[in-house]
């Protein structure tokens, strides 16, 4: 397990995105245990190849779901122990057509989620595993997985 001493800083400015498109048939992308702000997800755009996507324990408490529109080819999101709160954005995630596993453990969100009408038949299509342990979820939350295709 790494330890505090060993966190790294990446503010995503735009010398660091710019460095990254080089990089254009990298597939797999564990930053997990680093100190991220926002603008990760952009500087991550510059990846078109990537599938296999380890944010756990760096982004801090807020973060802007709706840029995974961006990451289409996205087949893996793992994204535990991020100090989110609140509802699970579950909408957030329809551009991932292709995700196949998201795992969401212990990262604060709360009560429930419902996904509307004829957005449930595209949103998580492919979706295999779902890991929503250790977030402040009340028993309606199993009512709600069925809202998923």
Do not use: W
Request: hydrophobic share 40%; aromatic share 8%; proline share 3%.
């Amino acid at each position: 397990m790494k330890n505090k001493a060993s966190r790294t800083l990446l503010l995503g400015s735009k010398d660091s995105c710019k460095s990254l498109s080089r990089l254009k048939r990298l597939e797999s992308l564990d930053l997990s245990f680093n100190e991220f702000n926002k603008s990760i997800v952009l500087c991550l755009t510059a990846l078109p190849s990537l599938k296999i996507l380890d944010l756990s324990r760096s982004l801090g408490t807020s973060f802007p779901f709706q840029e995974f529109h961006d990451l289409p080819y996205l087949e893996v999101v793992l994204l535990t122990e991020n100090g989110f709160s609140g509802t699970l954005p579950v909408e957030e995630f329809a551009a991932l057509e292709n995700l196949e596993m998201l795992d969401l453990t212990s990262c604060g969100f709360n009560g429930t989620f419902r996904i509307q009408g004829s957005e449930r038949v595209s949103i998580l299509r492919k979706l295999k595993t779902l890991n929503l342990g250790s977030n402040g979820f009340n028993e309606r939350v199993i009512t709600s997985l069925n809202t998923l295709p």
